[in-house]
T-cell receptor, first 114, second 113 residues
């Protein structure tokens, strides 16, 4: 089966610009996650979707970050405007359901904000 | 709140040495516990998991036992190989409530030939 797809793989922008990331999860997976991974740290959950609905977005900086999952499949994560501290790898993952189910990760998008 | 604490790295071992990477957690209830591995240039992938107390997860020679009494899930391997060089992440996922997965900071392992 195809894995989790993400694009772009790399992005360099200047601060105050906007950027969008795209994720296509594994077919049939109800749960989709966006994580931020800063160099040397573990992934930090930004937002978790169960089908179309948001389960948790408590660590999403809502003044600049937004995410949507239309029709319960693909998802986009947007940052507007970007700050220097947003430089990180943005990981998308999906799983069949929440809880004890394995998460499958995409390759990530490395964002550099200059 | 829930949290995961891993031993700091990097850990450097010679090939065929014994590996232990410590992981302890804080959680309400009975979460599921995971070890994920990230090889250089790749995304995270599940290494093993355990869903209840005293369960032992195992895969590719790695093992970890869910210890409720010590709130631990230490990763072990009897004989490491150069190809095991990677970053290892311990994680927990509650089985009730918000199901938010918490990852540890990761432990980088270097194995020398």
């Amino acid at each position: 089966e195809a894995g989790v797809a993400q694009s772009p793989r790399y992005k360099i922008i200047e601060k105050r610009q906007s950027v969008a990331f795209w994720c296509n999860p594994i077919s049939g997976h109800a749960t989709l996650y966006w994580y931020q991974q800063i160099l040397g740290q573990g992934p930090k959950l930004l937002i978790q979707f169960q089908n179309n609905g948001v389960v948790d977005d408590s660590q999403l900086p809502k003044d600049r970050f937004s995410a949507e999952r239309l029709k319960g499949v693909d998802s986009t994560l947007k940052i507007q405007p970007a700050k220097l501290e947003d430089s990180a790898v943005y990981l998308c993952a999906s799983s069949l359901e929440q809880g004890s189910y394995e998460q499958y990760f995409g390759p990530g998008t490395r964002l550099t904000v200059t | 709140g829930n949290s995961v604490t891993q031993m700091e790295g990097p850990v450097t071992l010679s090939e065929e040495a014994f590996l232990t990477i410590n992981c302890t957690y804080t959680a309400t209830g009975y979460p599921s516990l995971f070890w994920y591995v990230q090889y250089p240039g790749e995304g995270l992938q599940l290494l093993l998991k355990a869903t209840k107390a005293d369960d032992k997860g195992s895969n590719k020679g790695f093992e970890a036992t869910y210890r409720k009494e010590t709130t631990s899930f230490h990763l072990e391997k009897g004989s490491v190989q150069v190809s095991d060089s990677a970053v290892y992440f311990c994680a927990l996922s509650p089985n009730t409530g918000g199901f938010k997965t918490i990852f540890g900071a990761g432990t980088r392992l270097f194995v020398k030939a």
